[in-house]
């Protein structure tokens, strides 16, 4: 199991522990630079918690069987995408 797979394993089981560690990591990297690079901390700060958005809600879907309606995964566009009609 790679690094990249343990990862996903535990956004999808406490996301907001995650987040929590995600964010005292770019407090601390803030400190100990001086605030010199706050502003790519804080860009790399909101794509990792954006990332791990998506696959806690991805997990939540894959545990519940289904998404809640409106709600589509990446790539997916409903059924109209794949010629089909829309069921609503």
């Given at each position: 199991?790679?690094?990249m797979d343990k990862l996903k394993g535990l956004v999808g089981k406490?996301?907001?522990k995650v987040k929590q560690g995600i964010d005292k990591a770019s407090t601390f990297a803030d400190q100990?630079?001086?605030g010199k690079y706050h502003d790519k901390i804080s860009k790399g700060t909101e794509q990792v918690r954006n990332f791990?958005?998506?696959q806690g809600s991805q997990s939540q879907g894959e545990q519940g069987g289904q998404q809640s309606p409106g709600q589509h995964g990446?790539?997916?566009r409903g059924d109209q995408s794949q010629g089909?009609?829309?069921r609503q």
């Open positions: 199991m790679s690094m406490s996301p907001d100990k630079t001086g791990v958005d998506k990446p790539d997916q089909g009609q829309s």
